[in-house]
Structures are given as structure tokens and as C-alpha cells.
């Protein structure tokens, strides 16, 4: 199973980037999906999760209402929308995939990591 993260980049205070991660390997028909963040020098926190079989989303409270976590069903990704971006955004975000349909903000229940993609938030 493989995973590919993409989208990041520089962008300013309240500008808007789209993530996707690109699932090969496994079907997320049945999985839930996560993003997680790291920022330096802190612990790698989750962003957003989503069940698609269950058709559940979860939302950190910092992100809620700016961030929307979906599927393109047809190419088996994942994206992150994010707007209304702020500097305390910055991070390398990963996104993740559960063997099992439950969602979950804890990272020990993914089984699989992509490689993070870096977002920086600065004027």
C-alpha cells in the first residue's frame, strides 16, 4: 500500500491550498481515512478523518469551518481543502489509511503513512 501526499506549498495569511493523497494498494471503500499535521518543534496532531463507509467526517476544533476533508471515489484520493489559511497552519501534513471503517484521531490506529507534504502559511 502506498500512499502519495500533494498540494502543499507557500501561500498567504487567508489564501487556500488543496491536499490529495493518492491511495495504490487498497481500496478506501471500506477504510477511514486521516490528514495529520506536524509543526516544528511539536507533536504531529490530527487535522481531519473521515469514514467512507460510514460517511462520518471529524474536524480538529482549530480547523473546523476553514478545512473539509473529501474523496474522489473514482481515483481512489483523498483531499484536504484548506482556506482561510493562517500562519499557525504551517506544518507537513501526512495523510493516512485505516484498516477499518471507524474513524479515529489516534495515529496508532493507521496502518499506513504517505510521505507529508509541506504547507507554509506566511506573508
Known amino acids: 500500500v502506498q500512499l502519495q501526499a500533494s498540494g502543499g506549498g507557500l501561500v498567504q495569511p487567508g489564501g487556500s491550498l488543496r491536499l490529495s493523497c493518492a491511495v495504490s494498494?487498497?481500496?478506501?471503500?471500506?477504510?477511514?481515512v486521516g490528514w495529520f499535521r506536524q509543526s516544528p518543534g511539536k507533536e504531529r496532531e490530527g487535522v481531519s478523518c473521515?469514514?467512507?463507509?460510514?460517511?462520518?467526517?471529524y474536524y480538529a476544533e482549530s480547523i473546523k469551518g476553514r478545512f473539509t476533508i473529501s474523496r474522489d471515489k473514482s481515483k481512489n484520493t483523498v483531499h484536504l481543502q484548506m482556506n482561510s489559511l493562517k500562519p499557525e497552519d504551517t506544518a507537513v501534513y501526512f495523510c493516512?489509511?485505516?484498516?477499518?471503517?471507524?474513524?479515529?484521531?489516534?495515529?496508532?490506529?493507521?496502518?499506513?503513512w504517505g510521505q507529508g507534504t509541506l504547507v507554509t502559511v506566511s506573508s
Open positions: 493516512a489509511v485505516r484498516g477499518s471503517r471507524w474513524i479515529s484521531f489516534r495515529e496508532n490506529d493507521y496502518d499506513y
Open positions: 494498494g487498497t481500496r478506501l471503500d471500506d477504510s477511514a
Open positions: 473521515m469514514s467512507n463507509l460510514e460517511g462520518t467526517e
